[in-house]
């Protein structure tokens, strides 16, 4: 099992729609969590942390959720910008930093 | 505003050619990382560096070896490529801590024939 899971969908939603993704961990021990974002054929980029009280920027909307162990992500009112691929990372504290990848979901908002 | 340098950009190799990936950061970041990403997959980590002069391995190490020449720049070598070595290649860099954001370099397109 991966220790990180993602729906890889694609998800294809018309301009304006709500789309969320789920993530799901195995490591209990885990302590930070993120949303990155990858445009095609380019570097990752961090779109938000993830705070287990929840938090949100702007159209999105990241939850975590320890006892299930899975963090969200909520996009409202999508744009045809937001289409790109969207991933989970997970770190642990013991890792020195290191962060762990989900495949990513990805993403295409049509007109 | 730099950020995370890596070269080359784009790269074709025979089977059993050598190569060196150069990767460079002005952020003064203590954690650095090599990954591979396979087309349709995730980011997988081949190696890693807490800080100067420490190396340790990732989840697919094999094949590669690397060298963190100072606090700036980490290296990751193919000393004899293999056609399962196409992939693109990023390196990125963070403060150490579990709570930092990683910084991506543009990527290398490793091709090998």
């Known amino acids: 099992r991966k220790e990180v899971e993602q729906d890889p969908g694609p998800f294809n939603v018309p301009e304006g729609a709500t789309v969320a993704f789920n993530c799901t961990y195995s490591?209990?021990?885990?302590?930070?969590f993120f949303w990155y974002r990858q445009d095609c054929r380019k570097e990752p980029k961090l779109l938000m942390s993830v705070y287990s009280s929840g938090n949100e920027d702007g159209r999105f909307t990241a939850q975590l959720n320890r006892a299930s162990q899975y963090i969200s992500l909520l996009i409202r009112d999508s744009k045809l910008s937001d289409s790109a691929t969207y991933l989970c990372?997970?770190?642990?504290?013991?890792?020195?930093?290191?962060?762990?990848f989900g495949d990513g979901t990805t993403l295409t908002v049509k007109p | 505003n730099a950020g995370v340098t890596q070269t080359p950009k784009f790269q074709v190799l025979k089977t059993g050619q050598s190569m060196t990936l150069q990767c460079a950061q002005d952020m003064n970041h203590n954690s650095m990382y090599w990954y591979r990403q396979d087309p349709g997959m995730g980011l997988r980590l081949i190696y890693y560096s807490a800080s100067e002069g420490t190396t340790d391995k990732g989840e697919v190490p094999n094949g590669y070896n690397v060298s963190r020449l100072n606090k700036r720049e980490f290296s990751l070598r193919l000393e004899s490529a293999a056609p399962s070595q196409t992939s693109v290649y990023f390196c990125?860099?963070?403060?150490?801590?579990?709570?930092?954001?990683?910084?991506f370099g543009q990527g290398t397109r490793l091709t090998v024939v």
């Open positions: 990125a860099s963070s403060h150490r801590g579990r709570d930092t954001e990683a910084f």
């Open positions: 490591n209990s021990a885990s302590q930070s």
């Open positions: 990372v997970v770190n642990m504290v013991t890792n020195a930093g290191k962060s762990t």
